[in-house]
């Protein structure tokens, strides 16, 4: 699994996905974490979802969420388990 904590970052998460889709690793899953962005983010993952198989995968945390990045990690964590790559 790779998965990319997204915080206002709806300039670069679309290629960013679309690059990492690209890949041929066996087993590869990808996770977008979106930490409440207050841009695009969101719609730009919903149309990435819609477009990509399985392997495809995102959330955007609960406003009760703690914020910063180790809480995002611990919450990816909680949901998704142990990924190979965290971004």
Known sequence: RISIIA???GGV???TVERLMQLTYPDFTLWV???RST???AAILTRLSHKYDQ???WFTRS???KPGKSAVLNDARSRIGQAQVFA
Do not use: G, Q
């Open 63 to 65: 406003p009760e969420s």
């Open 39 to 41: 841009d695009d983010t």
């Open 33 to 35: 974490i979106d930490d």
């Open 55 to 57: 392997r495809f995968h």
């Open 7 to 9: 915080i206002l970052i």
């Open 13 to 15: 998460i679309a290629e």
